[in-house]
């Protein structure tokens, strides 16, 4: 079974803090994903790695930051956080070669901004 | 633009059956998804159609018309633990980025 470990299932942080979200898989995926997601609007995309060191922005990129140095990992990065940032931040990963396969989740970061 | 729409909420009796629809509007298609999601946990995957017609796995099915934009998750034989997030998503086009796009979410509830 693939597995998506996120760093922190609950964090706190304050405005204007720079905070680091953590996720590795081990399945040796190339492609791995952000999301956040608030009630009634869904998962939304933050941004998308497809390789180590290659990225692109998704829907809603900016407060954000993004780093993949090593295959597994894929961090993501509020430069200075805000109180609209309070979300539930969600990691997913995925090997595209295999057509009908689904993202994989990881079990979340509940995220508060005070 | 890109779309897709299902209803928020739905209630259902337990053993009963429920359809939850999906209708999606995206510049293009290779696939659509059904994820279950309970509260406070990740989304699970639960079914993929790519072609038309129905696929199904035990009590779970779900249908798919690409020339309508539609599709439907079926539960059959409702359990409590059913009670959870339905959300579906669509894949855009191929290639290696293998975005997906979500709808909002259907939140059932299973009643005794």
């Known amino acids: 079974d693939v597995k998506v470990t996120q760093s922190s299932r609950y964090l706190v942080k304050r405005t204007g803090e720079k905070v680091f979200l953590e996720c590795v898989q081990d399945m040796d995926h190339e492609n791995m994903f952000w999301y956040r997601q608030d009630p009634g609007l869904g998962l939304r995309l933050i941004y998308f790695s497809y390789d180590v060191k290659m990225k692109e922005k998704g829907d809603i990129p900016e407060g954000y930051s993004v780093s993949r140095e090593k295959k597994e990992r894929f961090s993501l990065i509020l430069e200075s956080a805000s109180t609209n940032q309070t979300s539930m931040y969600l990691c997913?990963?995925?090997?595209?070669?295999?057509?009908?396969?689904?993202?994989?989740f990881g079990d979340g970061t509940r995220l508060s901004i005070l | 633009g890109q779309n897709i729409d299902q209803p928020t909420e739905m209630t259902a009796t337990e053993g009963a059956i429920v359809q939850i629809n999906c209708t999606y509007q995206?510049?293009?298609?290779?696939?659509l998804f059904w994820y279950q999601q309970h509260a406070g946990e990740a989304p699970t995957f639960l079914s993929y159609n790519v072609l038309d017609g129905l696929e199904e796995k035990g009590r779970f099915s779900s249908f798919l018309s690409r020339s309508k934009g539609y599709s439907y998750l079926l539960l059959k034989e409702l359990q409590m633990k059913d009670s959870a997030s339905y959300l579906c998503a669509v894949r855009d086009n191929g290639g290696a980025t293998n975005k997906l796009i979500f709808g909002t979410g259907t939140l059932l509830a299973v009643q005794p």
């Open positions: 997913a990963s995925i090997d595209p070669s295999q057509g009908g396969q689904p993202q994989h």
């Open positions: 995206t510049s293009g298609f290779n696939g």
